[in-house]
């Protein structure tokens, strides 16, 4: 089994009697590696990821390094539950019409890029699901794509802001752009961004399912 | 626990001793009433849903409900893998950058709108995740989307279809947006369209985690 130390961590019971190999935050590519070797060395390998494996996660990693390697390993996903599923339910029911997953980060990604998907999903009604919304080193990213957001919708479309969903130390806000500002988002949070039609009820957020004209509950 | 009917056979050893209440497919909003009548006569109610519930399904409609019942009703939103979590796991890793679910039944949407969303997300390369491609009723739609992908995306673009994910009849296809017309989309079906970055390898999707210019495994 194969991870990053502080995931192992949580599932400690079930890999109690596995061979561990735990890595610290940055090393991705170095996980993979490992994992790879081992699995060529005839070992049955499980790299496990936080959320799903095939959002934003190590899935597309393990592939890549997989085409790098001469014989053939075999890959199977085991789906999970990703921020935006965790978050969803946390805020009610805000994913029930079209959505846009948008990483914020610009690490691997140029931010002239992020903002123009920012844009198309806000002038398109898509509720936004934003991943990586800030970290020690970006700061201000958030902040533009409320902006850009702001463009297309009212300032009172309902916000929802999730910090460590389904952990122990989990917290879950509901605003709206306006007051957006106010929150507090940081690395451990997911922001879901309402459509035009979405709306606040006893501090959870419901998109409906349809368009008022062709609707009716 | 309240259901559509084959989903509850589904889980049947799980609900045995259950006082089950299963309903035909087309009587979502009588079922979401019967569980409110019961969760008010004080039992605790589950209403079962497919997929993740709070993924254009039934988390929505519960809160709808919810809300024009006097007495205050306690909902609890338990997260679960999407169409869009288990066909990604088939497909590889189709979904490590930002994608849309985009829905094609215009049943409860304004088509003008749904094919407003098709041309903002492929104008602006995220990955594309088709719910409710194709039905009985709807035949065109799916063609429609197609065409309008197209006009940004070339014909090499991986697409990704799984019929029935995770069940006995699955089906997986990954084909390309010119071949996509040969492929069997039905109304089991959920179809992914890559980036300009996805690429094909071994009978899998890969989007990689960023671009080019930024970016080296």
Redesign the interface.
Known sequence: VVGFKSYLGLIEPLIRDKQVHAFSMTQE?ERVNAALDLALSGKRTAVVSGG??????M???????V??RSAPIE?V??????A???C???L????????????LSD????WD??E??I???A????VIVLYNPRSRGRATQIGRARELVLRHRAASTPVGIVNAAMRADEEVFVCDLGTMPECDINMKSTVIIGNSQSFR?HG?I??????G???K?
């Open positions: 590519v799903d494996p095939g959002i934003y996660a899935a597309g990693l393990v592939y890549e390094a085409r790098s890959v996903v085991v789906p999970g539950i990703s935006l599923n965790a969803a339910a946390r009610g029911a805000p994913l029930m019409h079209d959505f846009c997953a948008i990483s690490r691997l990604t140029p890029l992020i123009r998907r844009e198309a999903a002038a398109s009604d898509f009820r959870r419901v998109t409906p399912r349809g368009y004209n062709k609707y509950v």
